[in-house]
């Protein structure tokens, strides 16, 4: 066994990925993965230390895990340069205490060292020493996943000099504790603790995003291809977005966006281009078909990537924590300046126009402003019984065709029923013709898995205008598809706000151990997802 992963919802056989992962990432990678978290934790230990929170030394807690992220680096070299600044800083931090964490296990780089020998020392620091306690390593795994998602949003924010230096706070603490001896219940606050942070770290990007690029309007977005050669930009940053949309200006070239970068098209800000062209393709997971058939350069904002083929390898970009070996990388921007994007603009002026894929329009926007801007409609709705039921079908998107599971949802609920969605798991049914109920589409398409928060957000509003002590009180069903670890931050959160009795799938994560699940079973109703037909009657019905 060269390396253990249970993070993502496809690991091998539901319990882990020992030789490679399903998501393609090597040996080699896993074990830069678990030894940059190593050192994080270790930097965690001597930062907790000081009295005084260190911005900086969060910012870079939060890349870190950021990179670490299923699909976001598979570049050793990248992570190697991560690696050699996290000794640099864990090195500077140690100097400034001049005491020693309690954390054993020599942080040397590999270098000298043999393969055997890097693989065992990975082996050491990876999610398996935690701790020989099943159960206590399922609630730090919790702890480190959530951790992840969290640092996702707060690096996301950060690109827009938009900061919560209590998220940093947190993110010391929850890493330092993970190499300490805690009990059950101290690691179980802990997870509820990082379930709050959750909500604090979404609500600090919403305003960001929204205060930086206006709040998402209803909007019908073109699915169908324009005749100029275009780029394709995927992930999630959307000031990498707002920046090749201006320097793309003019040219000649139209900007499509993929996946969870859909969004883009309901900001204000973005609107006024005429280059912006639309949405092309669907979720990460088809990027091996839809890359190639683009025709044009492609821009990886953030994770999300899956190995990249020969089709397209050469018309491949990646920035920020993304990497792929390679693949050009364009450099992070520096103080007062931006990123670059000449090279994939001239790319594209030598490109086709994209291959069309599918004509018409998808309509998203609703975000938590948009929403409650039709709260009096919403209710007036709920009251007179035209909509029985809201289902959140929020989260991710994957390979296994378990996930059709999701579709069969959408397509069998009642007429009577309205989607609440966000992230890419939308794509299972967001192109479905599904309709209306007076004029308020049953699709509310929120956003990328980010404005989970937006959701919460209206959930909470409708209890406070019905009147409502206890958000499961109101007629709201929550079924989650989950993938990575920023469902995993979105499921903490939930959790957090009191949401009870969510489905979640279409497997439970493999590293949760039994009792685990107990307690979540019985604290908090937490069911996997199981027929379409069985559970949209459980939904109708309330449970």
């Not at 969060?58 to 990248?78: H, P, R, S, V, W």
């Not at 994770?303 to 083929?309: G, Q």
């Not at 809201?390 to 009642?414: H, I, K, W």
């Amino acid at each position: 066994m060269g390396m253990y992963c249970n993070e993502c919802q496809e690991t091998v056989k539901n319990v882990a990925c020992t030789a490679t992962g399903t998501c393609g990432k090597k040996e080699s990678t896993s074990n830069l993965h678990d030894l940059l978290i190593f050192l994080l934790q270790g930097i965690s230990l001597y930062a907790e230390q000081n009295p005084e929170p260190d911005r900086k030394t969060g910012e870079f807690l939060c890349q870190g895990l950021f990179a670490t992220i299923t699909n976001a680096n598979f570049d050793d070299e990248k992570l190697e340069k991560l690696i050699v600044k996290a000794m640099a800083i864990r090195g500077e931090l140690k100097a400034n205490t001049g005491s020693s964490p309690a954390i054993t296990a020599d942080c040397a780089l590999w270098s000298g060292k043999t393969k055997e020998e890097f693989t065992a020392k990975a082996l050491t620091t990876g999610i398996l020493s935690y701790s020989d306690n099943e159960d206590l390593r399922s609630l730090k795994s919790l702890v480190l996943y959530g951790l992840k998602g969290i640092a996702a949003y707060a690096d996301h924010a950060a690109v827009l000099r938009y900061y919560d230096d209590a998220v940093y706070a947190f993110v010391v603490k929850a890493l330092a504790s993970i190499p300490k001896v805690l009990s059950a219940d101290e690691l179980t606050a802990l997870v509820l603790k990082t379930g709050e942070i959750a909500v604090n770290a979404m609500a600090l990007l919403d305003k960001a995003n929204t205060e930086t690029f206006g709040k998402p309007e209803i909007t019908k977005v073109n699915i169908g291809v324009r005749s100029n050669p275009g780029i394709l930009i995927s992930g999630h940053d959307l000031k990498d977005m707002e920046e090749l949309l201006k320097q793309s200006e003019g040219t000649g070239v139209d900007i499509y966006t993929h996946s969870e970068m859909l969004p883009a098209n309901y900001y204000p800000s973005f609107k006024k281009y005429k280059h912006l062209a639309g949405n092309y393709g669907g979720s990460w997971w088809h990027q091996g078909k839809e890359f190639a058939s683009f025709n044009g350069p492609i821009v990886m904002t953030t994770n999300c990537i899956v190995p990249v083929k020969d089709s397209y390898k050469d018309r491949m970009f990646t920035t920020g924590m993304t990497g792929f070996p390679g693949v050009k990388h364009i450099p992070d921007r520096k103080e007062g300046s931006v990123k670059d994007f000449s090279a994939v603009i001239a790319l594209a002026k030598t490109c086709k126009a994209p291959q069309e894929l599918e004509k018409g329009e998808i309509t998203g926007g609703f975000a938590h402003d948009q929403i409650l801007a039709l709260a009096d409609k919403v209710v007036a709705a709920v009251k007179s019984g035209a909509i029985k039921r809201f289902v959140v079908m929020g989260g991710c998107d994957g390979r296994q065709v378990s996930r059709n599971y999701f579709t069969d949802v959408a397509e069998t609920l009642p007429k009577d029923t309205v989607i609440l969605t966000a992230g890419c798991a939308k794509y299972r049914y967001n192109k479905l013709n599904l309709g209306d109920i007076g004029g308020i589409p049953r699709v509310l398409d929120a956003g990328q898995c980010n404005d989970s928060y937006s959701l919460a957000v209206v959930a909470l509003k409708l209890k406070e205008v019905f009147g409502l002590k206890d958000i499961n009180d109101l007629p709201i069903s929550f079924d989650i598809a989950w993938y990575e670890q920023k469902a995993v931050a979105v499921l903490l959160a939930l959790l957090f706000l009191g949401v009870k009795g969510i489905r979640l799938g279409p497997t439970l994560p493999a590293f949760l151990s039994p009792n685990v699940v107990k307690v979540l079973v019985e604290k908090f109703a937490i069911k996997a997802t199981g027929q379409a037909k069985t559970d949209v009657e459980a939904m109708m019905a309330g449970n």
